[in-house]
């Protein structure tokens, strides 16, 4: 007797947005990354179509990194207060992207100006040629203030920046238009008030194909239940037609793992729960797969051993093309 | 005991030491603007204390100098003068009356709720020496069929009033659960009972002469407003003051059936011994207030009333200054939450008489949606606060002269007002309008956010706001304005009752399209644009002319039993008939809250025209 196929045919397909810019297209990355393109519910290779594997990118940063936890701290001590350096490694260290987080700009971790976040971004992206994601401070001022003059110096380097909130989406909107970057749309995990933000940047002239969503990030055992179901539900949106819902997805867990009891404390507190250099990447590395699982597409990690786990895994998980293709 | 003296009214009360100054004002009968229900949260209730010292102080947060408010300043030892400011004496307490087509020369029509029949007795002999009221009784029967009860009163003088009026008496009969009620009998007066309808919104009340060429409606505020905008808050206050509370809001809403009745009465140039009925429609909680039942579980689960199927009462027993024989009708309600107002809304749409199903969506603070045919009737209730009533919001008013009630764009906002007076505020519709044309303008964004430097959007206080007509045009002399709050409480509302007709849709099987009409009631004005309802996304997206706006079909219903003890029946009939949906623990139902949060909706391919219009 046959098998039935049983598989399901869905009438959506995610986005595919490509960040970076080579010489070619009027940057100067040596190379771009693609994102999206699914057909299909992640992982389920008989359905659909899984152009693109997920990519990763490390963060970097000027600011103070004291607030890293050590598992993370150590990995970058070195080059930390350099960011040339620091984004040189980066590429050595298996990212395919790099994220400039620009929490220094904000008031309490040094206030450094306008000028000097886009030089920042200036140097980052003279020492790398790995496309770039530039992630703003997370309070509405700072980044209104910084993020404009950021999109100008990476003018051309089509760069992904965020985020773009519901109560916040003028400015980088209007930047990221004038100077031809995507954009990171975040919502605090519901589909509802994704969808607004989705609609209210087309109506400013977004391109929806030019948004990668956020749903904001929680780290396993720190909330992420709550955004894994999100990102689900979008995909089932998206992929049943939704045009609202087929950005791909980013999330941003590298700063959430020191948020983790768990994942970060030290064997001396916590013997029970093994060796902390163990642990800590570990619990990074999985929470990255399990949002690989529910559909992320771009994931920015701050631990390069994280990194290398996590991509070691999903090469064997990661649905290979069908033989006949 | 202290004296507290309000200016500039004057007006003093005694009150205890650690009395709220708005409660002080409350037992001193002088209005205080107030929408929270005394919680501190709403600023509206902002005096100044000119003489004597008070304890407390309300959270100076934003408070200018000298301002206190009322509901968290507390009287001390001291004598006050407390003074209030022109806007927190905006409580409007006018009654206003509008005219309406006068009805027949000869109204009530026979069959209504009470009604005087001249009867021809034959006098008793000693062959037929029945007692007198059987006599009458024996008569009435003749007349109409049914159970008649005499009561005490009538009884006493029957003997006297029948032989007074030799045999050929009025009578006059109300009809009951149970059958007729005869309230008076006396010599042939050539006058009918008149009656008055009244519909008690939780934010306006609507009160209507039932006479012969009669044809005025008047309105207020509910004077409850001063407890809080919704029902929930006055139950909450029942509860707080279990003594005093629920007595209080009764009285309130009673003084003011009594100032419609006046007004009614006045215009007409009527006798109060000449209305013999009134009958009564509202939700729920305002029918369990204006009977003074302690409403206190209809708030908490499994949210019970005490009563929704009313039997008459004697209006002495409400406490309304009508003909003392008369009676006192309440529509009968669903449940908790769906009231006689939506009963009453049933029975004048003919909703339930339909060969196709359609819905009824009552606008109300409490709003309700009945959906339905001669098959079926199903009910659920979505809590859409006052905000289209003009109740809560900085320039919000009912629907009266003045009354900012459309507004469209000719390259700048244009807007008329009811009966083209000087602006006193925004009703409903105007809200509808003015929502509708700043989305469209681009002045809003979609969220309802004012766009910075757009025209006509200012900033004060670090809000944006937006200024319809300017102070020198407005006839309070304040600008006409629209803030942000006011637009999140008119975006809730509508995506609350959006999202409570989808999920009852969707309970059924059925989506906004399987709808042969959608009847949107309501007193907010009387100039609802569809399209712009559609824009906002307060109505769904249907060819237009399946949207019908049917205006206060609560006050309608309460009418047409009045006129028809037919309707008696039919409205039990179709609250017994009529099954009710709890949205509250319905899964779906948030969910379904937050995308219609939106303008017009999260799903702009459920709203295709709106999409087209402002691609």
């Not at chain 2, 207020?220 to 909450?236: A, E, L, T």
């Amino acid at each position: 007797m046959p098998v039935p196929d049983v598989s399901e045919r869905l009438s959506g397909a995610i986005n595919e947005v490509t960040i970076g810019a080579t010489e070619e297209q009027g940057g100067s990355r040596t190379r771009t990354v693609t994102i999206g393109g699914e057909t299909s519910f992640p992982m389920l290779s008989f359905e659909g179509r899984y152009p693109h594997p997920p990519a990763f990118a490390l963060q970097i940063t000027a600011a103070d990194v004291d607030d890293w936890h050590a598992e993370a701290k150590k990995h970058v001590a070195d080059v930390a207060g350099d960011l040339e350096k620091w984004a040189g490694k980066c590429e050595e260290w298996g990212a395919d992207l790099i994220c400039l987080d620009l929490a220094a700009a904000h008031p309490d971790s040094g206030g450094r100006s306008p000028e000097q976040c886009a030089d920042d971004v200036k140097r980052v992206l003279g020492a790398s040629g790995l496309p770039l994601v530039v992630w703003g401070t997370d309070t509405d001022e700072v980044d209104n203030n910084i993020l404009p003059k950021c999109t100008q110096a990476a003018a051309g380097e089509n760069c992904l920046f965020g985020t773009a909130k519901e109560l916040n989406y003028r400015t980088l909107a209007a930047s990221c238009l004038a100077d031809s970057h995507k954009i990171i749309a975040e919502a605090p995990s519901d589909i509802n008030l994704s969808k607004q933000l989705h609609i209210l940047l087309k109506d400013v002239g977004v391109n929806l194909q030019d948004i990668i969503m956020h749903p904001t990030t929680g780290a396993l055992g720190f909330g992420m239940v709550y955004i894994y179901t999100t990102i689900e539900r979008g995909r089932i949106a998206g992929l049943s037609g939704d045009t609202l819902m087929q950005q791909p997805v980013v999330v941003n867990i590298g700063k959430e793992i020191g948020r983790v009891k768990e994942a970060v404390s030290p064997e001396e507190e916590s013997p029970q729960w093994g060796k902390v250099q163990v642990r800590a990447p570990l619990w990074e590395a999985a929470t990255a797969v399990g949002y690989v699982e529910a559909g992320a597409e771009l994931l920015v990690l701050r631990n390069p051993e994280a990194l290398q786990q996590a991509k070691t895994a999903l090469e064997a998980l990661w649905p290979k093309p069908p033989e006949s293709a | 005991m202290p004296v507290v003296t309000f200016l500039p009214a004057g007006v003093s009360v005694e009150a205890d030491p650690g009395t709220s100054l708005l409660d002080a004002a409350r037992q001193a009968n002088v209005p205080i603007r107030n929408d929270c229900g005394g919680q501190g949260i709403c600023t509206r209730c902002q005096v100044e204390v000119k003489r004597g010292e008070v304890a407390g102080r309300g959270s100076g947060g934003g408070l200018a100098e000298g301002r206190f408010l009322a509901c968290r300043t507390l009287v001390a030892e001291s004598d006050l003068e407390v003074y209030l400011p022109e806007e927190t004496r905006e409580v409007e307490t006018e009654v206003t009356l509008r005219r309406t087509d006068p009805f027949p020369a000869d109204y009530p029509p026979p069959g209504a709720m009470v009604e005087t029949v001249e009867l021809d007795l034959p006098a008793p002999n000693l062959d037929d020496n029945v007692s007198d009221s059987e006599r009458l009784v024996r008569r009435l029967r003749k007349w109409r069929d049914a159970e008649y009860h005499i009561p005490l009163g009538v009884l006493k003088d029957l003997p006297v009033r029948l032989r007074d009026a030799q045999w050929r008496a009025d009578v006059t009969v109300s009809v009951e659960p149970w059958g007729s009620r005869i309230l008076r009998v006396g010599r042939p007066a050539r006058k009918k009972p008149y009656m008055v309808a009244v519909d008690i919104g939780t934010t306006a009340i609507k009160a209507q002469l039932l006479a012969p060429e009669a044809g005025w409606v008047a309105s207020c505020y509910n004077s409850q407003v001063m407890f809080g905008p919704d029902v929930i808050s006055r139950i909450i206050h029942c509860q707080r003051d279990e003594e005093h509370g629920c007595p209080a809001l009764k009285q309130l809403v009673v003084q003011d059936i009594e100032r419609l009745i006046a007004a009614l009465l006045d215009a007409q140039g009527v006798e109060r011994e000449d209305v013999w009925a009134l009958v009564v429609s509202g939700n729920t909680t305002m029918i369990h207030l204006f009977l003074g039942l302690y409403p206190v579980w209809i708030r908490r689960e499994p949210y019970v009333g005490c009563a929704y199927l009313l039997a008459p009462v004697r209006p002495e027993d409400v406490g309304v200054n009508i003909n003392p024989a008369g009676r006192v009708f309440c529509l009968p309600a669903v449940s908790s939450y769906v009231g006689a107002d939506i009963t009453a809304g049933v029975l004048a749409t003919g909703l339930g008489d339909r060969k196709r199903p359609s819905a009824l969506i009552d606008l109300g603070t409490n709003g309700e949606i009945a959906i339905g045919c001669e098959e079926f009737l199903v009910c659920c209730s979505a809590s859409a606060g006052p905000a289209f009533e003009g109740g809560g919001s900085a320039s919000g008013t009912r629907a009266r002269p003045g009354a900012v009630e459309s507004v469209w764009s000719e390259g700048t906002l244009r807007w008329r007002t009811v009966g083209d007076e000087p602006p006193v505020g925004i009703c409903g519709t105007g809200y509808i309008d003015l929502l509708a044309t700043l989305v469209r303008e681009r002045i809003m964004d979609k969220t309802g956010r004012f766009v910075a430097g757009a025209p006509g959007v200012v900033q004060r206080d670090d809000e944006f706001l937006y200024v319809l007509a300017p102070a020198e045009q407005a006839a309070g002399g304040r600008d006409i304005i629209l803030t942000q709050a006011d637009v999140e409480n008119l975006v809730r509302a509508k995506g609350a009752i959006y999202a409570a007709g989808s999920v009852l849709l969707e309970s059924l099987g059925m989506d906004w399209g399987d709808l042969e009409t959608i009847m949107l009631a309501g007193g907010f004005g009387d100039r609802l644009n569809k399209d712009n309802a559609v824009t906002i996304g307060l109505l769904p997206d249907v060819p237009r002319e399946r949207i019908a706006f049917v205006g206060n079909t609560s006050l309608q219903g309460a009418v047409m039993v009045a006129q028809d003890a037919a309707n008696y029946w039919k409205a039990r009939d179709i609250a017994g008939k009529m099954t009710y949906f709890e949205l509250s623990t319905h899964p779906d139902f948030m969910d379904r809250f937050v995308s219609a949060c939106f303008l017009p909706h999260t799903d702009t391919e459920k709203f295709p025209s709106v999409s087209a219009a402002q691609e």
